[in-house]
């Protein structure tokens, strides 16, 4: 496939391009606004909406960082639509390996070739028993798969978004922390290149239309960039918050001090919504 956009975290085998990447990260420091399309969009759905929304989305995207994440079939006609365009491109998951016996996933190579830049990986709606105990030895070993993802993403210059949060029972028994230490310890043994993004979703809090206490998102951002602490790769993690954002609530969000940015599901699939949270 032709097309002439690179990923926005392109790196060439040369250390000095990584580093200029790494500059360009820094200095950006744009709020991060990513849509989760889920499977709400068919393809032909998807490409009719891009093609009526493309401008005003692309002033969205002038002064922000604007990702759009549709399911795997439109990826490659939304990647030609955007070219060109302020708005970035995402998947929403990837097999764990380059290559190999996956039936039914998605190699972070097919996402490269069609110049995704972004992927959200380790979703509770992908996780495999998202309701059950998180400290489950069969979701711990999730976790390592998670991290592989991370990792094989990483190798194809595509920046992984993992997502991290804990489930109703789990919260209710003070349980946030160490759930979300399980998820992140395999990614922070990664021998990082680049800094992947966290989007810290309560399980409880996607699509209910509840959403915790500020306090209780900043408390949980906090622990996450402290557990990155001894990454050595002269960014900072950037974490973003997700779970049933609205126009409504999206003000009150964005007080929170030491967030980095949204990860919105349903609200990002109408124009007036997204425009509304982000402006
Ligand atoms: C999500 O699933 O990533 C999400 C944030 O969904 P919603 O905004 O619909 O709660």
């Not at 009526?52 to 002038?62: A, P």
């Not at 996402?111 to 959200?120: G, R």
């Not at 951002?221 to 950037?238: A, C, G, H, P, Y």
Request: charged share 20%.
């Amino acid at each position: 496939m032709k097309v002439n956009k690179k990923p926005v975290l392109y790196i060439s085998k040369s250390s000095t391009r990584l580093q200029i990447i790494k500059k360009e990260r820094c200095m950006s420091k744009k709020f991060l606004y990513v849509a989760n399309w889920k499977t709400y969009f068919s393809y032909t759905q998807s490409l009719a909406w891009l093609k009526k929304n493309k401008q005003q989305l692309d002033s969205i995207g002038q002064n922000n960082e604007l990702i759009i994440c549709p399911s795997f079939i439109p990826l490659q006609k939304l990647s030609l639509a955007l070219n060109k365009t302020n708005i970035k491109l995402g998947a929403q998951d990837c097999a764990p390996e380059l290559t190999g016996a996956y039936t039914g996933q998605v190699s972070a190579q097919s996402l490269k070739d069609v110049c995704c830049s972004y992927c959200i990986i380790g979703h509770s709606e992908q996780r495999i028993h998202p309701t059950t105990h998180s400290l489950d030895s069969m979701v711990v070993h999730e976790n390592e798969i998670i991290a592989q993802k991370a990792q094989t993403l990483i190798s194809q210059n595509i920046s992984p978004i993992i997502c991290v949060g804990e489930c109703k029972l789990e919260r209710e028994q003070k349980k946030t922390q160490q759930v979300i230490k399980a998820q992140l310890e395999p990614i922070v043994a990664l021998d990082l290149k680049i800094m992947p993004i966290i989007a810290y979703e309560p399980i409880w809090a996607i699509g209910t239309g509840q959403t915790p206490t500020n306090e209780q998102i900043s408390k949980a951002i906090d622990f996450i960039k402290k557990s990155f602490q001894s990454v050595n790769t002269q960014e900072e993690v950037l974490v973003l918050y997700g779970g049933s954002i609205t126009s409504e609530n999206s003000n009150i969000l964005k007080k929170i001090e030491n967030l980095d940015g949204f990860l919105i599901g349903k609200a990002s699939t109408d124009i007036q919504e997204l425009e509304k949270i982000v402006l």
